[in-house]
């Protein structure tokens, strides 16, 4: 089913379709046969998929459709209407600007135009290397610490467009030294 979708494609689509990718399809195919070729499986297949990869590949969407026998138009239609769906791989690096009342009067907005800026991503998007992605929230519940940002599992309190480099700096530093961690490791055992 895989081969026969990825032949379908013209060569820069297939070019899109990185490894990682690849992989991701590959498990969908070998998981589809688990759920009844119905279309009132449409939603808990889509979760599923959205729950073990973080998001719904776009050709997976296709095989869902094969699976469940409706028209690709349909999966979209579904998929866009619910808000916990996702297009796009998110990054290693998950950041979550708040937008709620309290962290957008103290500047949420500005906050999200320098992570664009700075990832060179637009919000809802992820990087190229998959490192970082970028989204809004309208609220992450920590109001008193507005204007406030979760970068991975980390809530940022309290944060001004100057932070924002910071924000990123400690990111890069910490990867730095876990990949020369990795490298001394290695070294050690090898």
Request: with cysteine; charged share 25%; proline share 5%.
């Amino acid at each position: 089913m895989l081969d026969k979708l990825l032949a379908a494609l013209n060569e820069t689509e297939r070019a899109a379709v990185d490894e990682e990718e690849y992989n991701v399809l590959k498990a969908v195919v070998d998981e589809l046969p688990a759920f009844p070729r119905e279309i009132f499986q449409l939603i808990p297949i889509l979760q599923a998929i959205q729950r073990k990869y973080g998001y719904l590949p776009r050709l997976a969407l296709n095989m869902v459709a094969d699976h469940v026998q409706t028209t690709i138009g349909k999966v979209y239609g579904v998929a866009t209407f619910y808000n916990q769906f996702r297009f796009n791989p998110p990054g290693r690096n998950p950041i979550k600007v708040c937008l709620g009342t309290a962290c957008h009067v103290k500047g949420g907005e500005i906050l999200l135009e320098n992570f664009e800026r700075r990832l060179q991503i637009k919000e809802g998007e992820t990087s190229d290397d998959r490192e970082y992605s970028l989204e809004r929230v309208a609220c992450i519940g920590c109001c008193a610490l507005a204007p406030a940002v979760v970068v991975g599992e980390k809530v940022e309190a309290y944060v001004t467009p100057s932070k924002v480099e910071g924000i990123i700096t400690e990111i890069e530093v910490r990867k730095e030294m876990a990949e020369r961690e990795q490298v001394k490791n290695e070294a050690a055992n090898g």
